[in-house]
């Protein structure tokens, strides 16, 4: 039995890969601050023996010490969340980002320092590869992001430099770790409050509202199950040639967001409209958008038994049943 930590436990991704470890067998604690997480994600697993919750942030140092000093194993999945949070408040996303994975890092170096090494994950994002032109991106490809002005691309950029400093700590100190780039995960307590899509579709077509598309719903995106997610995580976390490595998860199926809707519509219910909405109305006047973001799962697929067991309409049937279930 390892002792796990997970940062950011409360939030979508991280209160599933928590159930995930603790039906392994695991010691699980979750530390989250539930500024967009929330314990409420946690309720199926709380009364668990091998569960703890402690409330807090990932940048008190002296939290971070106490807890990565018990833990054999380390997911740091604290971060800023969502479009809208992010093109609305970039000094937020910047610092949430950069600021607490400098010192889980700093933490993870002095026990290594001390002969004992907690392995990490750290999870990144798509948005590092910013805009890339290439149809689909691979873990070595260039990272193109706009510039400056555009408070956009602040997301993308501070993940890069998280993974920067990570892998920089594996070449210099050999703490092992593993990095994955999270493309569109869907399923369960996921919220549409942050901008999240499918979320924010189903909770419009089940109020009987229009499903609100922005631009020209002709961007492309591939979404993929949490669970499958969670599985691939878990894998690649117990495959030594996954260490010092940064691996593309997701599906590989692209949708663009307008199909996207109306398969939401077709769902819930057919008489539904569909209406579009500017970047600029949306967002701010300068967002800038990536038009298709289709992984390269080629290295995942080489490294562990990568099987999705979910389709995009599984994802959607069940976040309509549990958002109902809601009501």
């Known amino acids: 039995m390892s002792h796990i930590l997970i940062t950011g436990g409360a939030g979508f991704i991280g209160s599933h890969l928590a159930e995930a470890l603790l039906a392994r067998g695991e010691l699980v604690t979750v530390i989250d601050n539930q500024s967009t997480g929330t314990v409420k994600n946690l309720a199926p697993i709380e009364r668990h023996p091998h569960f703890a919750f402690v409330p807090g942030s990932v940048a008190d140092r002296e939290l971070v010490a106490k807890y990565v000093g018990q833990a054999d194993v380390v997911y740091h999945l604290a971060a800023a969340v969502g479009v809208q949070l992010i093109a609305s408040n970039p000094i937020h996303t910047i610092e949430t980002n950069v600021y607490p994975t400098e010192i889980l890092l700093a933490e993870l170096r002095r026990q290594h320092e001390q002969g004992r090494d907690v392995k990490l994950f750290l999870a990144s994002t798509s948005e590092v590869y910013g805009k890339n032109p290439k149809p689909s991106w691979s873990e070595e490809d260039d990272l193109v992001f706009g510039s400056t002005t555009r408070a956009r691309w602040s997301y993308g950029v501070s993940k890069a430099i998280d993974e920067f400093l990570a892998l920089a700590h594996w070449r210099e100190q050999g703490l092992p770790l593993v990095i994955a780039r999270f493309f569109n995960v869907v399923g369960l307590r996921q919220t549409g409050s942050y901008g999240m899509v499918l979320p924010r579709f189903v909770d419009a077509a089940l109020a009987g509202r229009p499903l609100t598309v922005h631009d020209d719903g002709r961007q492309v995106r591939?979404?993929?199950?949490?669970?499958?997610?969670?599985?691939?995580?878990?894998?690649?976390?117990?495959?030594?040639a996954a260490l010092g490595r940064v691996f593309n998860v997701g599906?590989?199926?692209?949708?663009?967001?307008?199909?996207?809707?109306?398969?939401?519509?077709?769902?819930?219910?057919?008489?539904?409209?569909?209406?579009?909405?500017?970047?600029?109305?949306?967002?701010?006047?300068?967002?800038?958008?990536?038009?298709?973001?289709?992984?390269?799962?080629?290295?995942?697929?080489?490294?562990?038994?990568?099987?999705?067991?979910?389709?995009?309409?599984?994802a959607i049937r069940e976040v309509v049943a549990w958002k109902r279930s809601q009501q």
């Open 251 to 314: 599906s590989d199926q692209p949708v663009s967001i307008l199909e996207l809707a109306q398969r939401v519509v077709q769902a819930v219910d057919p008489q539904l409209p569909i209406e579009f909405q500017s970047y600029a109305e949306a967002y701010s006047p300068d967002f800038e958008d990536v038009r298709s973001r289709v992984p390269d799962l080629s290295r995942l697929r080489e490294t562990i038994e990568y099987r999705p067991r979910h389709t995009l309409d599984d």
């Open 222 to 240: 591939c979404f993929a199950h949490v669970t499958d997610v969670v599985e691939s995580v878990l894998a690649l976390m117990h495959t030594p």
